[in-house]
């Protein structure tokens, strides 16, 4: 087979290595910011152990959330007590150390930014 025969083959088969090269790059290189809203009242806000506050949040995006000290918190602070509105970013899965005799842990969703009632 001469080279002229074989041209369109490595054609394709190097544009299918670049191709694909370029899709596994894209779905492998670190996003650089992957949060989403949140907000709701606090019906339980609590202390822990490892330094970072577990606040229970309702409607209308509620769910379990924990503030830590790298969290960007705006004007009233952390949250405090219950019936406190919260609203911000969150971001990745986070733990809250309540006991550690026997170990209690409650899961959450780490707060990556936050602002807060008073």
């Known amino acids: ?3 002229h025969a ?3 083959f490595l054609i394709l088969l190097l544009s299918t290595v670049i191709t694909s090269g370029l899709f596994i790059l894209a779905l492998t290189y670190p996003r650089t910011a992957d949060a989403f ?3 709701g009242q606090a019906s339980l806000v609590s202390p822990c152990y490892n330094q970072v506050i577990y606040a229970n ?3 209308p ?3 379990p959330y924990i503030w830590s000290p790298s969290t960007r918190t705006y ?4 949250p405090r007590h219950a019936g406190q ?4 970013l969150a971001g990745a899965p986070y733990f809250c150390i309540i006991e ?16 807060s009632s008073q």
């Open 75 to 78: 004007q009233f602070g952390p």
């Open 6 to 8: 074989r041209a369109p």
């Open 100 to 115: 550690i005799l026997p170990l209690t842990v409650w899961p959450g969703t780490h707060i990556m930014m936050m602002g």
């Open 1 to 3: 087979m001469d080279m």
């Open 57 to 59: 949040l309702g409607p």
């Open 61 to 63: 995006i509620g769910g």
């Open 85 to 88: 509105w919260l609203l911000g």
């Open 37 to 39: 809203p949140f907000g």
